[in-house]
């Protein structure tokens, strides 16, 4: 049942507006939103760190969990990102696919 819809009160059988329900979608907004600027701030820090340890690579699971902050909490970071994929498809090549589901919902494209 989404959030916000009424609920049925199991005495009277009358529907009841759910407690906090635009308070709590508000938040779950401001809180996504949130998530999806730590993981484009983990993205953006994942770069020089990648170039400052070459030999260990710290940087790429700070960007990958940045990837997928991004793409799973905001509808601009995933927008972004199929962009980016659309532009140059050899980048989905080199991600994983459980990535690509958890960040895209769906398989990688064959044939690329």
């Known amino acids: 049942m989404p959030d916000g819809s ?12 759910a407690p906090f329900g635009a308070v709590g979608a508000g938040m ?14 983990m993205i953006i820090v994942a770069i020089p760190i990648a170039f400052v340890t070459p030999i260990l690579p710290i940087g ?5 969990l940045g990837v997928v902050l991004l793409g799973r909490n905001s509808v601009w970071g995933r927008r972004w990102m199929e962009s980016v994929i659309t532009r140059h498809p050899r980048v989905e090549r080199f991600a994983p696919n459980w990535l690509m589901k958890a960040v895209f919902g769906r398989e990688k494209r064959t044939g690329l």
Do not use: E, N, T
Request: charge should be positive; hydrophobic fraction near 50%; avoid cysteine.
């Open 28 to 41: 779950r907004s401001l809180v996504r939103q949130m998530f999806a600027l730590i993981g484009l701030l």
């Open 60 to 64: 790429l699971p700070i960007a990958i």
């Open 6 to 17: 009424p609920h049925l009160d199991p005495k009277s059988g009358q529907a009841q507006a």
